[in-house]
């Protein structure tokens, strides 16, 4: 008997997560959770086992951590291709391959596949990766890698799928110490990392301490680039100090001794908040670094914050708890969209997330990014449904004029089917004087990274890739000499800087 559209409808909206990867339910896959704080040797072991495996593949959570896994099996005399969204390197011999984690291609099937830092499928914008890779890597042997507050999750899912889990426990090399009195700014000590969550801090902490001190920095608008440059200044001890935002808490293996925190609050993209134990804890494993340091010291530059950050640290890590976090995929979005007849990319995904039933502890979550960027493609008549999906998991920040401005152009020559050449928005000084001006190359250097993406997507009508990326290297350098200069907090006057110049009709040439 046929189906009602009722019923048709409500098949459609009741999904087993598990059928939508057929290739990793043929095989019998054996699952192990490497468990432990940072520090503790988790990764480096998994990184053993893929080394010894006949074919393998290594997921990161970030393109700067996908390319150290490469170089890692490279350097061992191992083929290997590099997949990311910006970049992919294909070695047709090779039998391993590293890939930012959403690059997973769910129809290659390895030896054995490294997740790592499995807590992240608790985040809201990313963990659906983390979720999708757990359920449907092909590999014979998966392992993940990740801190004991997942380990319930990875329990919850496991059982979910009918699979063997092995939970293999990791103890930290070194001892994390926290101190007892908090540290003054004038009296800093090699090898000390300093603490702030926004941009603008971290700046102000650089102008203020580069007097005194030579400092590094790191923060989420760098590019990998120029993070893996900064890291290596500060791990080659050519400085002393190194001021970041949480961007260090996954991956990054840095000579710290000493990790104070400035603050006890952040913005989290909708509020100020305290930070979070788990927060505090990820951070904090910086500290002490195994084969550097015999142990780590915890702290803060003011009296409260320390305070606040030793009470915390002192707590039991928080459960990541169900449900976890599932994106619409290509196959759904089409089905809902003949189903309630439109082809809003927006309505259906908001109708997703109100409707979709999920098998297991799962729920339908939207992406912020992915809402954002539909209400622009939504505004295009001529996109088809498709193109809108695709275009809607690019690589943007509509923050920023530059990037908005880009994509928009960019949108453009998707719907005409028309070549568009890179072309950069702002002409490059000798130097920066602000923080400012440094932005704008930092905003532009993501506007190379969206044209990179588009152009593995729509290569016929984004040609540019080698341009681009000679491009982002000069871009990418000027930002990492900026970063030692003493850079002044607002903009001089018209008169005595005019470095920066828009071009004509900015943002319209790509």
Not at 271 to 300: D, P
Not at 304 to 318: A, H
Not at 352 to 378: H, L, Q, R, W, Y
Not at 425 to 431: A, H, V
Request: charged share 30%; with cysteine; proline share 4%.
């Amino acid at each position: 008997m046929n189906e009602t559209f009722q019923q048709q409808l409500q098949s459609l909206l009741n999904c087993d997560l598990k059928s939508l990867f057929p290739l990793a339910r043929s095989m019998k896959r054996k699952l192990k959770f490497f468990v432990g704080p940072t520090n503790s040797g988790k990764t480096y072991n998994a990184m053993q086992e893929l080394k010894a495996s006949n074919s393998g593949l290594y997921l990161a959570p970030l393109r700067l951590l996908a390319l150290e896994g490469y170089e890692d099996l490279k350097q061992n005399s191992i083929d290997a291709s590099l997949i990311t969204g910006e970049e992919q390197i294909i070695n047709e011999d090779a039998s391993h391959v590293c890939s930012t984690i959403e690059m997973l291609d769910f129809n290659l099937d390895v030896d054995l596949a490294v997740i790592d830092e499995i807590q992240m499928l608790e985040d809201e914008d990313r963990g659906w990766a983390w979720v999708n890779a757990i359920i449907g890597v092909p590999s014979n042997t998966v392992i993940m890698t990740g801190s004991v507050n997942a380990l319930d999750a990875v329990k919850k899912i496991t059982k979910y799928l009918g699979e063997e889990l092995e939970i293999v426990k990791y103890q930290r090399k070194t001892p994390l110490k926290v101190m007892a009195r908090y540290t003054s700014l004038d009296n800093l000590e090699a090898a000390t990392a300093l603490i702030a969550f926004s941009r603008s801090d971290v700046l102000k902490l650089k102008q203020r301490l580069q007097k005194k001190y030579k400092v590094s920095v790191i923060y989420g608008n760098l590019s990998p680039e120029v993070r893996r440059d900064e890291a290596k200044r500060f791990r080659e001890k050519k400085s002393e100090i190194l001021i970041a935002t949480d961007a260090i808490a996954m991956g990054l293996n840095l000579p710290i001794k000493n990790l104070l925190f400035t603050t006890d609050t952040k913005f989290d993209g909708k509020s100020r908040r305290k930070l979070t134990v788990n927060e505090i804890v990820q951070i904090a494993g910086r500290a002490g670094r195994y084969g550097h340091h015999e142990v780590g010291f915890l702290g803060a530059t003011r009296r409260d914050v320390l305070e606040y950050i030793k009470k915390e640290y002192e707590e039991p890590v928080k459960t990541i708890k169900p449900p976890y976090r599932v994106k619409i995929n290509n196959e759904q979005l089409l089905d809902l969209a003949s189903h309630i007849k439109t082809n809003s990319l927006t309505k259906i995904l908001k109708f997703f997330n109100k409707n979709m039933k999920f098998d297991g502890p799962f729920k339908a979550a939207n992406i912020s990014s992915m809402i954002e960027a539909s209400t622009i493609v939504d505004k295009r008549d001529k996109l088809t449904l498709e193109e809108k999906y695709l275009l809607s998991q690019a690589p943007i920040t509509t923050k920023s004029t530059i990037i908005l401005q880009a994509f928009e152009a960019y949108i453009a020559a998707v719907i005409k089917k028309r070549v568009c050449h890179y072309k950069p928005s702002i002409t490059l000084p000798k130097k920066a004087v602000t923080q400012k001006d440094l932005l704008l190359v930092e905003d532009e250097v993501k506007k190379i990274s969206l044209y990179l993406w588009l152009s593995y997507k729509f290569p016929e009508i984004f040609p540019d890739y080698e341009k681009a990326v000679i491009l982002r290297n000069s871009f990418n350098s000027f930002i990492e000499n900026s970063l030692k200069l003493n850079l002044k907090l607002e903009r001089p006057t018209k008169k005595n800087n005019d470095f920066f110049k828009p071009k004509r009709r900015f943002g319209r040439r790509g």
